[in-house]
């Protein structure tokens, strides 16, 4: 199973169809219009679909439009547009037991989705995190809360990527 936090319109989804793999894929992406896109790229019966943004409690939040489409966040980065969404943690979606693939692209708030996760994690396998500038008004990283967080909950960096700052991370357990 690859469950992918900030799908977006489902690239990911799209590499794997490409690479004739079939996965149980599962898709979150908080922002309406991309959501509806995210369906109709991903759709198929073993995926699952969740227009909810991700954080570390349930509840409400403001999510900043970007009017290109990618960066949208629950952290505001600009005087853009915002509209209020519900939030839910990764925990509370009692996923399957056994993921191979947790992918989080947050644009800026990927500590607090991993903090909700924390539960969910002990049964991930490998962590993928685009932590790039991308945090809030001064665009700054969010590398080393991240990887301090992963490490002290089991979890090594098994591959990094200079080019849009992303991290892999393997379970030391599994």
């Known amino acids: 199973m690859v469950v992918d936090c900030g ?4 690239e990911l ?9 079939n996965i149980n894929y599962i898709g979150i992406e908080p922002d309406l219009n991309t959501y509806e896109c995210l369906i109709k790229n991903a759709k198929s019966e073993n995926n699952k679909f969740f227009q909810i943004a991700l954080s570390d409690n349930k509840g409400n939040k403001e999510f900043y439009l970007d009017n290109y489409g990618g960066n949208s966040s629950l952290v505001k980065f600009d005087d853009v547009n915002s509209e209020t969404v519900p939030t839910d943690t990764i925990d509370n979606l009692k996923l399957s ?16 989705v991993i903090k909700g996760a924390v539960t969910t994690i002990k049964n991930v396998e490998f962590i993928s995190i685009d932590y790039g500038f991308e945090k809030g ?7 080393v809360e991240v990887n301090n967080f992963l490490i002290e909950n089991d979890f ?7 080019f849009r700052l992303v991290g892999l991370y393997k379970n030391k357990i599994i």
């Open 137 to 143: 008004l001064d665009q700054s990283s969010t590398i």
């Open 97 to 112: 037991k056994k993921i191979k693939l947790l992918k989080i692209d947050a644009e800026g708030h990927e500590l607090e």
């Open 7 to 10: 799908a977006n319109v489902g």
């Open 13 to 21: 989804y799209l590499a794997f169809l490409f690479l004739d793999k």
């Open 156 to 162: 090594e960096l098994h591959k990094f990527s200079e």
